[in-house]
């Protein structure tokens, strides 16, 4: 099984903008106890690299576009972010790499868990032996 999944949210339009909310354990499948977010990347810069044992995630690219992708020791998927209304759930012990941001991408996270180095898995080799246990 896969553990991701595309989310649209609801967006308020009126002549004034659009507006979007995110409630936690309602519009997404997790209390949301962290907010980060990542600006100013450079074209040609690769983030991500890891796996999480146990953080659910929602990637929101609120501004620009980004590419997502997504691997669970067999197969890939790569998404394309550039919509403030469109979240990218990525659950545990999936690998994620974000890709061509464009210039002025803003990519906002919500997290289930706060920062904890110990939850990461940042080893390519060490990754591919957790997605075997945790998918098969
Ligand atoms: P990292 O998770 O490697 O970023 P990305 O996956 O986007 O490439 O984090 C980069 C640095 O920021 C690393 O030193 C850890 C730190 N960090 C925090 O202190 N708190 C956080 O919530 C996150 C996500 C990262």
Known sequence: MF???????KEL????????AIE???DIPFDIKRVYYITRVQEDVVRGMHSHIKLHQVLICLNGSVKVKV???EEYEIHTLDRADIGLYIGPAVWREMHDFS????LMVLASEY????DYIRDYNEYL???KIYFD
């Open 24 to 26: 936690g354990g309602a």
């Open 13 to 20: 339009s009126d002549g004034r903008g659009n507006l979007t």
């Open 103 to 106: 210039e002025q991408s803003v």
């Open 71 to 73: 691997f669970n020791g």
């Open 115 to 118: 920062y904890d180095e110990k």
């Open 3 to 9: 553990q991701v999944a595309l989310m649209k949210f």
């Open 129 to 131: 032996k957790q997605a």
